[in-house]
T-cell receptor, first 114, second 114 residues
């Protein structure tokens, strides 16, 4: 069983569209994250949720809206996609808050905006 | 503010050579955590090690070793007798104990040449 799973793994779409990426973890962790990795491999935190509550929002445009229906799921919805949104988006979870433990990453979702 | 610097953008070594990846961090906290992650060409992010600020003991795990020196704010990673499978991007990361986010350095791309 995959511990942190993301869907879809690949997403190609046109500028201006709205898209969602889903993430689920079966590790029983309380904290989940979204990270963005750009073409230069730079990993940057976007959001963090603890037990469905938003605790980190790192100056991400309002077009990005995370949603956590329960502590095992953290979805990312992106409105009005722009070329600069092209990246690999990683979901992660961790067992601790504050975070003293390792992050368990999903396999990433590669978003390409044309 | 916390910051992680990996000054080496890219390193190439011949198989069986030893290689050290540098990591320098900045934090005002006395309690913090340091991490190394590996991202092989397949794209997943793999946790390698966590070290807390109160434990300066060096660690060895097989061909991998880590040197944590608070005096120089460094947490360097050495691979002994490198192998082609070690080729990857390696990320150093920092988390302050009171904060629920892990901040990543920009990564070092390591090429092990056969």
């Amino acid at each position: 069983d995959t511990a942190v799973s993301q869907t879809p793994k690949y997403l190609v779409t046109q500028m201006g569209n709205d898209k969602s990426i889903k993430c689920e973890q079966n590790l029983g962790h309380d904290t989940m994250y979204w990270y963005k990795q750009d073409s230069k491999k730079f990993l940057k935190i976007m959001f963090s949720y603890n037990n469905k509550e938003l605790i980190i929002n790192e100056t991400v445009p309002n077009r990005f809206s995370p949603k956590s229906p329960d502590k095992a799921h953290l979805n990312l919805h992106i409105n009005s996609l722009e070329l600069g949104d092209s990246a690999v988006y990683f979901c992660a979870s961790s067992p601790n808050l504050p975070n003293t433990g390792e992050l368990f990453f999903g396999e990433g979702s590669r978003l390409t905006v044309l | 503010a916390q910051k992680v610097t990996q000054a080496q953008t890219e390193i190439s070594v011949v198989e069986k050579e030893d290689v050290t990846l540098d990591c320098v961090y900045e934090t005002r906290d006395t309690t913090y955590y340091l991490f190394w992650y590996k991202q092989p060409p397949s794209g997943e992010l793999v946790f390698l090690i966590r070290r807390n600020s109160f434990d300066e003991q060096n660690e060895i795990s097989g061909r991998y070793s880590w040197n944590f020196q608070k005096s120089t704010s460094s947490f360097n990673f050495t691979i002994t007798a490198s192998q082609v499978v070690d080729s990857a991007v390696y990320f150093c990361a920092l988390s302050e104990g009171r904060d629920d986010k892990i901040i990543f350095g920009k990564g070092t791309r390591l090429h092990i040449l056969p």
